[in-house]
């Protein structure tokens, strides 16, 4: 079964002045449910842009987006915040931590709009992820490492069908960034979550069991940044 099924997805925008530049332009993908795939694609080839597409953060131009059977391309921007709050976790680049919520605060925020807070998941959640102590500590308290181990926790918290992360160990070095890998998968895995990952580091790609890139996914040929 197909999680994510994607016919047609077109995706422009304009530059300042006024030129349409073709970003997203991507015949057909699927991933399955359970598969664990990561995205090849350089800084400015449409990465994110992708992401957000399929969460819903930003609007095709056309095409057909279609997530756990349900077709989200089209909804309205609230069909689209509700529906990303129960199907998809999110984990993004730069963590968006709020810095006024200690860490679990954080990951049960991320609760509220799908399955609904849960204390004891997001408890178990940080403590798999080494963080028993750290749970009532500010994201000022924490080290870059253990605010992206927040930032799982909070993306795996709804229970999620599809965990979607945005160059996810991009400011760790490369040993913290590899533990971050092993731990995003395990937690893929445990939750029964598929996982689409972009990144341009071979070295997380080599970790994942399936790996394609976004050049040939996507016929826009013309690099953004």
Same mark, same amino acid.
């Given at each position: 079964? *197909?999680?994510?099924? !994607?016919?047609?997805?077109?995706?422009?925008? &304009?530059?300042? +002045?006024?030129?349409?530049?073709?970003?997203?332009?991507?015949?057909?993908? $699927?991933?399955?449910?359970?598969?664990?795939?990561?995205?090849?694609?350089?800084?400015?080839?449409?990465? $994110?842009? &992708?992401?957000?597409?399929?969460?819903?953060?930003?609007? +095709?131009?056309?095409?057909? !987006? $279609?997530?756990?059977?349900?077709?989200?391309?089209?909804?309205?921007?609230?069909? #689209?915040?509700?529906?990303? /709050?129960?199907?998809?976790?999110?984990?993004?680049?730069? &963590?968006?931590?709020?810095?006024?919520? @200690?860490?679990?605060?954080?990951?049960?925020?991320?609760?509220?709009?799908?399955?609904?807070?849960?204390?004891?998941?997001? =408890?178990?959640?940080?403590?798999?992820?080494?963080?028993?102590?750290?749970?009532? &500590?500010?994201?000022?308290?924490?080290?870059?490492?253990?605010?992206? #181990?927040?930032?799982?926790? =909070?993306?795996?918290?709804?229970?999620?069908?599809?965990?979607?992360? *945005?160059?996810? @160990?991009?400011?760790?070095?490369?040993?913290? /960034?590899?533990? /971050?890998? +092993?731990?995003?998968?395990?937690?893929?895995?445990?939750?029964? /979550?598929?996982?689409?990952?972009?990144?341009?580091?071979?070295?997380?790609?080599?970790?994942?069991?399936?790996?394609?890139?976004?050049?040939?996914?996507?016929?826009?040929?013309?690099?953004?940044?």
């Amino acid at each position: 079964m *197909d999680i994510v099924r !994607i016919k047609n997805l077109k995706k422009d925008f &304009f530059d300042p +002045e006024g030129q349409k530049i073709s970003v997203i332009d991507i015949p057909e993908f $699927t991933l399955k449910a359970g598969e664990l795939m990561g995205v090849r694609g350089k800084s400015g080839t449409g990465k $994110t842009t &992708f992401l957000h597409l399929l969460a819903g953060i930003l609007r +095709e131009d056309s095409g057909e !987006i $279609t997530i756990d059977s349900q077709t989200v391309s089209g909804l309205s921007e609230s069909n #689209r915040d509700l529906f990303r /709050a129960q199907k998809i976790g999110y984990i993004f680049q730069n &963590f968006h931590l709020l810095q006024g919520m @200690t860490a679990l605060e954080n990951v049960l925020l991320g609760m509220y709009f799908g399955s609904g807070p849960q204390e004891t998941h997001a =408890r178990e959640l940080l403590a798999q992820l080494g963080l028993s102590h750290r749970m009532h &500590f500010y994201p000022s308290q924490l080290s870059t490492g253990q605010q992206q #181990r927040v930032a799982l926790a =909070r993306a795996l918290a709804g229970f999620p069908k599809l965990v979607l992360a *945005d160059e996810p @160990t991009g400011n760790l070095d490369p040993h913290h /960034a590899r533990e /971050a890998m +092993e731990q995003i998968l395990k937690l893929c895995r445990q939750e029964q /979550a598929s996982l689409l990952l972009v990144s341009h580091d071979e070295d997380i790609l080599s970790m994942l069991p399936k790996v394609t890139d976004l050049a040939s996914l996507n016929l826009a040929s013309r690099v953004t940044t």
